[in-house]
């Protein structure tokens, strides 16, 4: 069912696997509301507060969530596919077994969040802030961190294969076991300094 909101806030809800395909929300606060199980296809959510909200098991498709904040919200197990979320902000909230599927996070605010059980793939993060990101065993596999600040981030155990690491600083974050290519190890190291020459 297709919805227009503009400027409401609305608490303490049970929407339980609501259907918000097609939804256009403007500046709407959602406190306290339960969206497990939710689904959406090219729904739009702009400049929208939600807080304490669960998406728990929720699936979106082509959807955006654009300058939104989730404030101490519940991700667990949601599936985000094609979906774009520039200029949102993730603030005291669990994103346990996330999954994105390409899509655009650019200029997120993902400081200080737990994403190590979230796989991310050919998701663009460009200039996104991922400052203290607890990423440890993570999938971040071809997605664009051009720009990003990634500055004592933990990606030890981290896949990033494929993807962009050119604004990554060795020397600022924790990389112990990431998984990488060859090409990807080149810049790192010469992010170090260094300077790479074949034997």
């Given at each position: 069912?297709?919805?227009?909101?503009?400027?409401?806030?609305?608490?303490?809800?049970?929407?339980?696997?609501?259907?918000?395909?097609?939804?256009?929300?403007?500046?709407?606060?959602?406190?306290?509301?339960?969206?497990?199980?939710?689904?959406?296809?090219?729904?739009?959510?702009?400049?929208?507060?939600?807080?304490?909200?669960?998406?728990?098991?929720?699936?979106?498709?082509?959807?955006?969530?654009?300058?939104?904040?989730?404030?101490?919200?519940?991700?667990?197990?949601?599936?985000?596919?094609?979906?774009?979320?520039?200029?949102?902000?993730?603030?005291?909230?669990?994103?346990?077994?996330?999954?994105?599927?390409?899509?655009?996070?650019?200029?997120?605010?993902?400081?200080?969040?737990?994403?190590?059980?979230?796989?991310?793939?050919?998701?663009?993060?460009?200039?996104?802030?991922?400052?203290?990101?607890?990423?440890?065993?993570?999938?971040?596999?071809?997605?664009?961190?051009?720009?990003?600040?990634?500055?004592?981030?933990?990606?030890?155990?981290?896949?990033?294969?494929?993807?962009?690491?050119?604004?990554?600083?060795?020397?600022?974050?924790?990389?112990?076991?990431?998984?990488?290519?060859?090409?990807?190890?080149?810049?790192?190291?010469e992010a170090l300094g260094l300077v790479?020459?074949?034997?």
């Amino acid at each position: 069912m297709s919805e227009t909101r503009a400027g409401e806030r609305i608490a303490d809800e049970d929407w339980y696997a609501r259907d918000l395909s097609g939804a256009e929300w403007r500046e709407v606060t959602l406190v306290d509301v339960d969206l497990t199980e939710a689904t959406g296809t090219g729904a739009t959510f702009e400049e929208c507060t939600f807080r304490g909200v669960k998406f728990n098991a929720a699936s979106f498709t082509e959807s955006a969530f654009t300058a939104c904040v989730f404030d101490r919200c519940n991700f667990f197990d949601v599936t985000f596919e094609r979906c774009k979320l520039m200029g949102s902000v993730f603030s005291n909230s669990k994103l346990d077994l996330v999954k994105a599927d390409r899509g655009n996070w650019s200029f997120v605010d993902l400081t200080r969040a737990d994403i190590g059980s979230a796989r991310f793939d050919g998701v663009r993060f460009r200039e996104a802030n991922l400052r203290e990101l607890r990423a440890r065993g993570a999938t971040l596999a071809g997605c664009d961190l051009s720009g990003a600040d990634l500055e004592l981030a933990d990606l030890s155990g981290a896949t990033l294969l494929g993807s962009d690491l050119s604004a990554l600083d060795p020397r600022t974050a924790v990389l112990d076991g990431a998984i990488i290519t060859p090409d990807q190890a080149t810049v790192l190291v010469e992010a170090l300094g260094l300077v790479v020459r074949p034997a």
